[in-house]
């Protein structure tokens, strides 16, 4: 479910409180800010040149990009976004493959939160959730932050991609 | 109708119709510029082709000008429209020359056609199979005196192939087949195309840079004879295997595309002119 609350202007009330609270880790509304922060996916089948003009051009036409960087040779588009962008790896995923190619893994940097369903965890941005899988053990360290609805800067490896159900592995927190 | 013009008519038809009917599918994207590819439109790009093609043979030479427009209706579903731009050369060269695909067709018929790209499979970074079939319709736009007049055309064809940043290859079928006009009916054409490109190391450097690549094209063209009145024209059919270099450049929405071929076989029923050589240019845009 998406829960995309924008910060309030900033002043010194807010932060000294919003810090504040957030040291002692009493937050409990919904993520503030959350959302992809760069994306790095690797692109199966793009060959050409007016292949990579074609994905640079639909990725710029989304939601809070920053910056975009097709490279051939490598087979990846790489992404950055703004803080409040709203933009999901799906829908990055949607330009690749209507322009022919196939979206493979995904290595994403995003805030959001942490929750549990099913004895499952997740990390939701705002704009899409990812499932960790059940016996990576490397989330353990998440499993107590599930349902506090901290914010989490984390660096995920995208593996496998469906449209209702997206599998997660963690590689770092920040 | 006279004889001599129409004797005319057909040996031109069958130049032209053999050099320009086994160019059923457009060169777009990573294509070649004779032989058949697959498709490269994402869903909702436009592009645009507009193409020069030179063909020389013993009755002369005729220098051809045509417009592709292409949409993406889907990523695998392309919708094509080819229409005359102009032409000039010699009268005999051009006197009833018709039929052909999308990319080249005759000079004064109208194309619509679609492709579907019903297989891909991306295998890799930058490398990909992928196969698809091309339908066609073409429809003359007016009538030239003299010549032998086709009715509508129709095209069926396939292709399947491999590209990636190294290498390239096609292999591709197609016949076109014409409707009879006023007691005439053009021959059947079936042809087949087989590339191979590469693309050296030092062309590989990544995008945003240009991107150029090289293809060694042969196109086999084969046309039954031709019928008026119900009698077959003994000038007329035949079989050529044509082959020949091209170099496509890319950079970022522009293409442009060189090539020319020449005939390594020709087998010509009765007395007809044979081809010395085909060239063609052809400017890319992608919108």
Redesign the interface.
Known sequence: MKQSIRRPSNGPFYQNALVTLGVAGLIAAPACGGGLREVDQTIFGMDCVPCAAGIEKGLKKLDGVTSVRVSLNEGKAILSFESDSDTSLAQIQEVIRHNGFTPKEAVIKLVGQVGRSDDQLWMDSGSERFHFKANDSAVQDLAGKAGTGQEIRASLRIAESRSDHTTALLISLE | MNPNLLNAGINAVFVLLGALGALAAQAD??GPAFGLATP??????WSSDTMAMQVNGDMGSSLKFRQLLSYGVT??LQANLSFPLGQSGEEGMLTGSRGGGSMMGAADTVEASLQW?FH?N???????YESALFFGVSKPTDDTPGGLEPGTGFTLAAVTGY???TTYWWLGAGAQTYASRDNARLGNLYYASAVFGWRPPQF?H???K??WRLFVESVYERIERHRVDGQSMPDSGGGKLLVGPSVLG????W?IEGGIMWPVTQSLNGSQPEESYRAKVVFTY?F
């Open positions: 994207g990573h490269t439109l994402a869903r909702g790009q990523e695998d790209r891909r991306a295998s890799a970074i930058g490398s990909r590209a990636s940043r590989q990544d995008y945003p240009p991107d890319l950079y970022g929405h293409g992608w």
